[in-house]
């Protein structure tokens, strides 16, 4: 089945450091990969998305790259602000199945 | 704010209850996706509907049931509670899901305290 593994959390930095949360998959034929993002009392936000390998999926200021090769997509931003605590989900969808598969989720504290 | 409601924001109640929580997809999205976030099992699948059908179960014990409307909105049904299933639960929609993707918007979540 699909399954999705998260670099273990809590990641605390201090502001204007370099972020990067792992995430590897396991997922028959080829699966569209999402980072989620949860602030606090909030539900889940699309944060990014890439749909086949290779694709590179960006918003403000992450970026994550589907590599298909060591069936991965790490999240990165070059340099993290407080506003960007929250907790990150990595996921997947796969084939005939239309609903997620997340990770664990990681949670990120960014000090100032 | 992603177009998705879900009420009540909160629900408390005892063991051996049964609570009803309604999501309110998006204008025009067919999809209802389900969703259950606890500490000890992660952001979970539980059902998929479209346009009135079910579609896909997931990890959905049976002692919990779904259902979406003619207007589109959807109910998701627990009975028998048990302390285990306090947790966030969160509806999400989508506009067909019946391509590879279509992103998923979700609800702000209805949290279940069960005592």
């Known amino acids: 089945g699909n399954s999705v593994t998260q670099m273990e959390g809590p990641v605390t930095l201090s502001e204007e450091a370099f972020l990067t949360i792992n995430c590897t998959y396991t997922?028959?034929?080829?699966?569209?990969l999402f980072w989620y993002v949860q602030y606090p009392g909030e539900g889940l936000q699309l944060l990014l998305k890439?749909?086949?390998?290779?694709d590179k999926g960006s918003n403000k200021g992450f970026e994550a790259t589907y590599r298909k090769e060591t069936t991965s997509f790490h999240l990165e931003k070059g340099s993290v602000q407080v506003s960007d605590s929250a907790v990150y989900f990595c996921?997947?969808?796969?084939?005939?199945?239309?609903?997620?598969?997340f990770g664990s989720g990681t949670q990120l504290t960014v000090l100032p | 704010d992603s177009g998705v409601t879900q009420t009540p924001k909160h629900l408390i109640t005892a063991t051996g209850q049964r609570v009803t929580l309604r999501c309110s997809p998006r204008?025009?999205?067919?999809?209802v996706y389900w969703y259950q976030q606890s500490l000890d099992q992660g952001l979970q699948f539980l059902i998929h509907?479209?346009?009135?059908?079910?579609?896909a179960k997931g990890n959905i014990l049976e002692r919990f049931s779904a259902q979406q409307f003619p207007d589109l909105h959807s109910e998701l049904n627990l009975s028998s509670l048990e302390l285990g299933d306090s947790a966030l639960y969160f509806c999400?929609?989508?506009?067909?899901?019946?391509?590879?993707?279509?992103?998923?918007?979700f609800g702000p979540g209805t949290r279940l305290t069960v005592l």
């Open positions: 999400a929609s989508s506009a067909t899901g019946q391509t590879s993707y279509n992103e998923q918007f």
């Open positions: 509907y479209y346009n009135g059908e079910e579609r």
């Open positions: 997922a028959t034929g080829y699966p569209s």
């Open positions: 996921a997947l969808l796969s084939g005939s199945a239309r609903q997620l598969t």
């Open positions: 890439a749909t086949k390998a290779d």
């Open positions: 204008s025009g999205d067919l999809s």
